[in-house]
Protein backbone atom coordinates (compact mmCIF):
# COMPACT_ATOMS: atom_id res chain seq x y z
CA UNK A 1 0.00 0.00 0.00
CA UNK A 2 1.19 3.55 -1.06
CA UNK A 3 0.49 5.64 2.38
CA UNK A 4 -1.47 9.18 1.22
CA UNK A 5 1.65 11.30 2.61
CA UNK A 6 -0.37 14.38 1.73
CA UNK A 7 -3.56 13.27 3.58
CA UNK A 8 -2.01 12.36 6.58
CA UNK A 9 -0.27 16.20 7.19
CA UNK A 10 -3.72 17.36 5.82
CA UNK A 11 -4.84 16.40 9.22
CA UNK A 12 -2.33 16.16 11.67
CA UNK A 13 -1.92 20.32 10.61
CA UNK A 14 -5.36 21.33 12.72
CA UNK A 15 -4.55 18.97 15.09
CA UNK A 16 -1.30 20.37 15.81
CA UNK A 17 -3.08 23.92 15.39
CA UNK A 18 -5.43 23.07 18.42
CA UNK A 19 -3.18 23.89 21.46
CA UNK A 20 -3.77 20.78 23.92
CA UNK A 21 -0.86 21.60 26.10
CA UNK A 22 -1.79 19.84 29.32
CA UNK A 23 -0.90 21.48 31.65
CA UNK A 24 -2.61 23.85 31.39
CA UNK A 25 -5.17 21.46 30.14
CA UNK A 26 -7.73 24.57 28.61
CA UNK A 27 -9.24 21.44 26.62
CA UNK A 28 -12.77 21.19 26.51
CA UNK A 29 -15.99 18.99 24.41
CA UNK A 30 -16.90 22.76 22.06
CA UNK A 31 -13.07 23.73 21.29
CA UNK A 32 -11.02 23.18 18.47
CA UNK A 33 -9.48 19.85 19.10
CA UNK A 34 -12.54 17.83 19.27
CA UNK A 35 -13.93 20.08 16.22
CA UNK A 36 -11.04 19.01 14.43
CA UNK A 37 -11.33 14.98 15.11
CA UNK A 38 -15.02 15.71 14.11
CA UNK A 39 -13.89 17.48 11.20
CA UNK A 40 -11.22 14.72 10.46
CA UNK A 41 -13.65 11.60 10.98
CA UNK A 42 -16.62 11.94 8.46
CA UNK A 43 -19.06 9.43 8.49
CA UNK A 44 -18.01 8.51 12.45
CA UNK A 45 -20.61 8.41 15.51
CA UNK A 46 -18.48 10.71 17.71
CA UNK A 47 -18.79 10.65 21.36
CA UNK A 48 -17.16 13.01 23.76
CA UNK A 49 -17.51 12.42 27.70
CA UNK A 50 -16.36 15.44 29.29
CA UNK A 51 -14.79 14.68 32.74
CA UNK A 52 -13.38 17.76 33.66
CA UNK A 53 -10.15 19.37 34.08
CA UNK A 54 -9.42 19.21 30.41
CA UNK A 55 -9.97 15.16 30.17
CA UNK A 56 -12.01 14.17 27.55
CA UNK A 57 -12.99 10.68 26.01
CA UNK A 58 -13.29 11.19 22.69
CA UNK A 59 -14.52 7.97 21.08
CA UNK A 60 -15.46 7.60 17.50
CA UNK A 61 -16.88 4.96 15.75
CA UNK A 62 -17.35 3.48 11.99
CA UNK A 63 -19.27 -0.11 12.03
CA UNK A 64 -18.49 -3.28 14.46
CA UNK A 65 -14.67 -4.16 15.39
CA UNK A 66 -13.00 -6.15 18.40
CA UNK A 67 -9.71 -3.45 17.63
CA UNK A 68 -9.62 0.19 19.41
CA UNK A 69 -6.89 2.60 18.72
CA UNK A 70 -6.29 4.79 21.76
CA UNK A 71 -4.35 7.95 20.55
CA UNK A 72 -3.70 10.62 23.35
CA UNK A 73 -4.18 14.18 21.59
CA UNK A 74 -2.85 15.94 24.50
CA UNK A 75 0.82 17.39 24.62
CA UNK A 76 3.56 18.82 27.38
CA UNK A 77 3.82 22.28 27.39
CA UNK A 78 6.15 24.20 25.32
CA UNK A 79 9.57 22.99 26.15
CA UNK A 80 12.55 26.35 25.96
CA UNK A 81 14.47 26.12 22.80
CA UNK A 82 12.00 25.57 20.09
CA UNK A 83 13.08 27.42 16.56
CA UNK A 84 9.81 27.30 14.88
CA UNK A 85 6.24 27.71 15.67
CA UNK A 86 5.07 24.35 18.27
CA UNK A 87 1.37 25.19 16.97
CA UNK A 88 1.75 25.31 13.13
CA UNK A 89 2.52 22.23 11.07
CA UNK A 90 6.01 23.09 9.95
CA UNK A 91 7.35 20.69 6.85
CA UNK A 92 10.52 20.50 5.76
CA UNK A 93 12.52 17.83 3.27
CA UNK A 94 12.05 14.75 5.19
CA UNK A 95 9.76 15.55 8.44
CA UNK A 96 7.37 17.64 9.76
CA UNK A 97 7.92 19.94 12.71
CA UNK A 98 5.16 20.48 15.53
CA UNK A 99 4.08 19.91 19.09
CA UNK A 100 2.70 16.65 19.43
CA UNK A 101 3.51 15.31 16.20
CA UNK A 102 5.82 12.48 17.44
CA UNK A 103 3.95 12.10 21.03
CA UNK A 104 1.28 11.26 19.49
CA UNK A 105 -1.02 13.32 16.83
CA UNK A 106 1.09 12.22 14.39
CA UNK A 107 -0.69 8.46 14.97
CA UNK A 108 -4.20 10.61 14.97
CA UNK A 109 -3.32 11.98 11.12
CA UNK A 110 -2.72 8.37 10.13
CA UNK A 111 -5.94 7.09 11.22
CA UNK A 112 -7.90 9.80 9.80
CA UNK A 113 -6.14 9.24 6.80
CA UNK A 114 -6.49 5.61 7.04
CA UNK A 115 -10.40 6.15 7.09
CA UNK A 116 -10.19 8.21 4.06
CA UNK A 117 -9.19 6.04 2.11
CA UNK A 118 -10.76 2.84 3.64
CA UNK A 119 -14.25 1.47 4.42
CA UNK A 120 -13.04 -0.53 7.08
CA UNK A 121 -14.91 -0.25 10.29
CA UNK A 122 -12.88 1.51 13.02
CA UNK A 123 -13.18 2.43 16.19
CA UNK A 124 -10.59 4.92 17.71
CA UNK A 125 -10.78 6.11 21.26
CA UNK A 126 -8.86 9.64 21.50
CA UNK A 127 -8.15 10.76 25.32
CA UNK A 128 -6.68 13.95 26.16
CA UNK A 129 -5.22 13.77 29.89
CA UNK A 130 -2.29 11.22 29.29
CA UNK A 131 0.11 13.69 29.66
CA UNK A 132 -1.65 14.47 33.55
CA UNK A 133 -0.04 11.95 34.70
CA UNK A 134 -3.39 10.66 36.06
CA UNK A 135 -5.08 8.56 33.91
CA UNK A 136 -8.31 9.54 34.47
CA UNK A 137 -9.49 8.82 30.90
CA UNK A 138 -8.26 5.47 30.20
CA UNK A 139 -9.08 4.51 34.01
CA UNK A 140 -12.91 5.90 33.84
CA UNK A 141 -13.06 4.20 30.16
CA UNK A 142 -12.04 0.83 31.29
CA UNK A 143 -14.62 1.47 34.17
CA UNK A 144 -17.05 0.41 32.18
CA UNK A 145 -15.70 -1.00 28.30
CA UNK A 146 -13.50 -4.31 28.23
CA UNK A 147 -15.33 -5.24 25.13
CA UNK A 148 -12.40 -4.29 23.11
CA UNK A 149 -10.08 -7.91 21.60
CA UNK A 150 -7.00 -6.00 20.99
CA UNK A 151 -5.87 -2.35 22.02
CA UNK A 152 -3.18 -0.45 19.81
CA UNK A 153 -1.71 2.07 21.98
CA UNK A 154 -0.26 5.09 20.15
CA UNK A 155 3.06 6.27 21.43
CA UNK A 156 6.34 6.99 19.50
CA UNK A 157 7.85 2.97 19.47
CA UNK A 158 9.58 3.87 15.81
CA UNK A 159 7.49 1.40 14.43
CA UNK A 160 7.79 -1.58 16.29
CA UNK A 161 5.18 -3.37 18.41
CA UNK A 162 6.07 -3.48 21.60
CA UNK A 163 3.96 -5.52 24.07
CA UNK A 164 6.08 -5.32 27.18
CA UNK A 165 7.62 -2.05 29.42
CA UNK A 166 8.09 -1.59 32.56
CA UNK A 167 6.03 0.22 35.75
CA UNK A 168 6.47 3.34 36.94
CA UNK A 169 6.16 4.97 40.51
CA UNK A 170 6.45 8.79 41.17
CA UNK A 171 6.45 9.86 44.97
CA UNK A 172 7.39 12.75 47.53
CA UNK A 173 9.32 12.08 50.72
CA UNK A 174 8.61 14.85 53.00
CA UNK A 175 11.39 15.40 56.05
CA UNK A 176 10.49 17.51 59.22
CA UNK A 177 13.95 18.83 61.27
CA UNK A 178 14.07 21.40 63.97
CA UNK A 179 14.36 25.06 63.49
CA UNK A 180 17.68 26.46 65.30
CA UNK A 181 20.57 28.65 64.97
CA UNK A 182 23.51 26.34 62.91
CA UNK A 183 25.80 26.74 65.53
CA UNK A 184 24.23 24.57 67.83
CA UNK A 185 25.53 21.07 67.75
CA UNK A 186 22.95 17.81 67.76
CA UNK A 187 19.74 19.60 66.05
CA UNK A 188 17.51 17.70 63.72
CA UNK A 189 18.38 18.47 59.92
CA UNK A 190 15.61 17.82 57.32
CA UNK A 191 18.22 18.90 54.71
CA UNK A 192 20.95 16.45 56.55
CA UNK A 193 18.26 13.74 56.72
CA UNK A 194 17.22 14.10 52.67
CA UNK A 195 20.50 14.60 51.73
CA UNK A 196 21.70 11.13 53.84
CA UNK A 197 18.88 9.40 52.38
CA UNK A 198 19.30 10.05 48.71
CA UNK A 199 23.10 9.00 48.79
CA UNK A 200 21.73 5.59 50.74
CA UNK A 201 19.15 5.14 48.27
CA UNK A 202 21.29 5.45 44.87
CA UNK A 203 23.73 3.09 46.60
CA UNK A 204 21.02 0.42 47.08
CA UNK A 205 21.97 -2.75 44.42
CA UNK A 206 19.18 -2.36 41.73
CA UNK A 207 18.50 1.51 42.42
CA UNK A 208 20.15 2.14 38.44
CA UNK A 209 18.43 -0.70 36.88
CA UNK A 210 15.21 0.39 38.21
CA UNK A 211 16.07 3.58 36.87
CA UNK A 212 15.62 5.39 40.66
CA UNK A 213 15.38 9.58 39.88
CA UNK A 214 15.93 11.57 42.17
CA UNK A 215 14.39 14.32 39.84
CA UNK A 216 13.88 18.21 42.59
CA UNK A 217 14.72 19.11 46.39
CA UNK A 218 13.34 21.74 48.25
CA UNK A 219 14.10 22.70 52.17
CA UNK A 220 15.42 24.69 54.57
CA UNK A 221 16.25 28.35 54.39
CA UNK A 222 20.00 29.48 54.48
CA UNK A 223 23.01 28.54 55.21
CA UNK A 224 23.16 29.26 59.11
CA UNK A 225 19.37 28.09 59.71
CA UNK A 226 19.35 24.33 60.52
CA UNK A 227 16.75 23.24 57.90
CA UNK A 228 13.05 22.63 59.77
CA UNK A 229 11.85 20.61 56.79
CA UNK A 230 12.74 19.31 52.98
CA UNK A 231 10.75 17.59 50.09
CA UNK A 232 12.40 15.82 47.98
CA UNK A 233 10.17 14.25 44.66
CA UNK A 234 11.97 11.16 43.18
CA UNK A 235 10.66 7.98 41.06
CA UNK A 236 12.10 4.69 39.63
CA UNK A 237 11.03 2.07 36.84
CA UNK A 238 10.42 -1.25 37.88
CA UNK A 239 11.23 -4.40 34.72
CA UNK A 240 8.01 -6.23 33.81
CA UNK A 241 7.15 -8.84 36.19
CA UNK A 242 8.67 -7.07 39.67
CA UNK A 243 6.78 -5.15 42.16
CA UNK A 244 7.86 -1.49 42.65
CA UNK A 245 6.69 -1.65 46.40
CA UNK A 246 10.13 -3.59 46.75
CA UNK A 247 12.12 -1.16 45.71
CA UNK A 248 10.11 1.69 47.63
CA UNK A 249 10.13 -0.64 50.90
CA UNK A 250 13.65 -0.34 50.41
CA UNK A 251 13.72 3.52 50.19
CA UNK A 252 11.46 4.18 52.56
CA UNK A 253 13.50 2.29 55.21
CA UNK A 254 16.62 4.67 54.72
CA UNK A 255 14.50 7.71 55.59
CA UNK A 256 14.15 7.73 59.03
CA UNK A 257 10.63 8.98 60.30
CA UNK A 258 10.21 11.02 56.37
CA UNK A 259 6.53 10.77 55.28
CA UNK A 260 6.00 9.56 52.03
CA UNK A 261 3.17 10.28 49.83
CA UNK A 262 2.66 8.71 46.11
CA UNK A 263 1.59 10.72 42.83
CA UNK A 264 1.23 8.10 40.76
CA UNK A 265 2.04 4.38 39.80
CA UNK A 266 1.65 2.67 37.13
CA UNK A 267 1.75 -0.90 36.42
CA UNK A 268 4.50 -2.59 34.15
CA UNK A 269 3.27 -4.16 30.95
CA UNK A 270 2.92 -7.38 31.87
CA UNK A 271 2.34 -6.44 35.33
CA UNK A 272 2.26 -10.22 36.76
CA UNK A 273 3.09 -12.94 34.39
CA UNK A 274 0.54 -15.30 35.80
CA UNK A 275 -2.37 -12.75 35.73
CA UNK A 276 -4.26 -11.21 33.65
CA UNK A 277 -2.09 -8.68 31.90
CA UNK A 278 0.02 -11.11 31.36
CA UNK A 279 -2.32 -13.79 29.40
CA UNK A 280 -3.41 -10.73 27.48
CA UNK A 281 -0.19 -10.10 26.33
CA UNK A 282 1.24 -13.42 25.54
CA UNK A 283 -1.71 -13.11 23.53
CA UNK A 284 -1.18 -9.63 22.25
CA UNK A 285 2.43 -11.14 21.15
CA UNK A 286 0.79 -13.53 19.19
CA UNK A 287 -1.65 -10.77 17.52
CA UNK A 288 1.23 -8.98 16.44
CA UNK A 289 3.00 -12.06 14.46
CA UNK A 290 -0.66 -12.72 12.69
CA UNK A 291 -0.61 -9.60 11.84
CA UNK A 292 2.59 -9.23 10.71
CA UNK A 293 3.80 -6.55 12.87
CA UNK A 294 7.28 -6.03 13.57
CA UNK A 295 8.05 -7.17 17.04
CA UNK A 296 10.57 -4.72 19.67
CA UNK A 297 12.49 -4.45 22.10
CA UNK A 298 10.63 -3.86 25.82
CA UNK A 299 10.50 -0.32 26.63
CA UNK A 300 11.64 1.89 29.81
CA UNK A 301 9.29 4.20 29.32
CA UNK A 302 5.72 4.10 30.92
CA UNK A 303 2.13 3.80 28.86
CA UNK A 304 -1.36 3.17 29.15
CA UNK A 305 -1.26 0.10 27.40
CA UNK A 306 -0.53 -1.62 30.81
CA UNK A 307 -4.00 -0.20 31.75
CA UNK A 308 -5.92 -2.02 29.36
CA UNK A 309 -4.02 -5.62 30.11
CA UNK A 310 -4.70 -5.42 33.47
CA UNK A 311 -8.61 -5.02 32.75
CA UNK A 312 -7.32 -8.36 30.41
CA UNK A 313 -7.30 -6.73 26.82
CA UNK A 314 -4.20 -7.18 25.06
CA UNK A 315 -2.39 -4.29 24.56
CA UNK A 316 0.73 -3.04 21.51
CA UNK A 317 2.31 0.03 22.15
CA UNK A 318 3.00 1.13 18.07
CA UNK A 319 3.46 4.57 16.88
CA UNK A 320 5.75 6.59 14.81
CA UNK A 321 8.67 8.65 15.78
CA UNK A 322 11.44 8.04 18.68
CA UNK A 323 10.64 8.56 22.36
CA UNK A 324 13.72 10.81 21.94
CA UNK A 325 11.74 13.32 19.95
CA UNK A 326 9.10 13.61 22.45
CA UNK A 327 8.92 16.34 25.11
CA UNK A 328 11.93 18.20 23.48
CA UNK A 329 11.87 21.43 21.65
CA UNK A 330 11.77 21.10 18.15
CA UNK A 331 9.77 17.66 18.11
CA UNK A 332 9.21 15.59 14.75
CA UNK A 333 7.95 12.80 12.88
CA UNK A 334 9.83 11.83 9.18
CA UNK A 335 7.79 11.48 6.83
CA UNK A 336 9.27 7.92 6.74
CA UNK A 337 7.85 6.95 9.99
CA UNK A 338 4.18 8.52 8.99
CA UNK A 339 4.42 6.50 5.97
CA UNK A 340 5.75 3.16 7.33
CA UNK A 341 2.39 3.71 10.60
CA UNK A 342 0.11 3.50 8.07
CA UNK A 343 1.23 0.46 6.37
CA UNK A 344 1.02 -0.75 9.90
CA UNK A 345 -2.39 0.17 11.00
CA UNK A 346 -3.52 -0.84 7.65
CA UNK A 347 -2.51 -4.75 8.48
CA UNK A 348 -4.06 -4.23 11.50
CA UNK A 349 -7.50 -2.60 10.51
CA UNK A 350 -8.07 -5.14 7.42
CA UNK A 351 -6.24 -8.27 9.58
CA UNK A 352 -9.31 -7.16 12.65
CA UNK A 353 -8.32 -9.25 15.86
C1 LIG B 1 5.40 7.88 27.14
C2 LIG B 1 5.76 8.66 28.37
O1 LIG B 1 6.29 9.74 28.31
N1 LIG B 1 5.43 8.10 29.55
C3 LIG B 1 5.67 8.74 30.80
C4 LIG B 1 4.50 8.40 31.69
C5 LIG B 1 4.39 9.18 32.94
C6 LIG B 1 3.14 8.80 33.72
N2 LIG B 1 2.94 9.66 34.83
C7 LIG B 1 6.97 8.22 31.39
O2 LIG B 1 7.38 7.08 31.11
O3 LIG B 1 7.60 8.95 32.17
Same mark, same amino acid.
Given at each position: ?28 A ?38 L ?24 E ?15 G ?33 E ?5 ? @?A ?8 L ?15 E ?16 D ?21 G ?32 L ?6 A *? ?17 ? *? ?18 ? @?G ?35 F ?14 E ?6
Amino acid at each position: MTAPLEDILAHLEPLVEADSQNPPRHISADGALVAAVRRGLPGFVVNVRDLGDGCLIIEARRGETGTLFNVHLDTVPVAPGWSHDPHVLTRAEDRAFGLGVCDTKGAAGVLFALAQHTDEPMHLLLTTDEEAGKSRCIRTYLEDSTEAR @LAVVAEPTDCLARTEHRGIFSGVARFEGESAHASDTGRRSAVHDAARMIAAALDLPGAAESRLNFGRIEGGVKANMVAAEAEVQFGFRNRPGTEHRDLLRQISGLA *GGARFEERFVGPALPHDRD *GASGRAQAEAQALASRLGLP @LGAPVDFWTEASLFAEAGIPAIVLGAGSIRQAHNADEFVTYGQLAKLYDLYAEVVTGDA
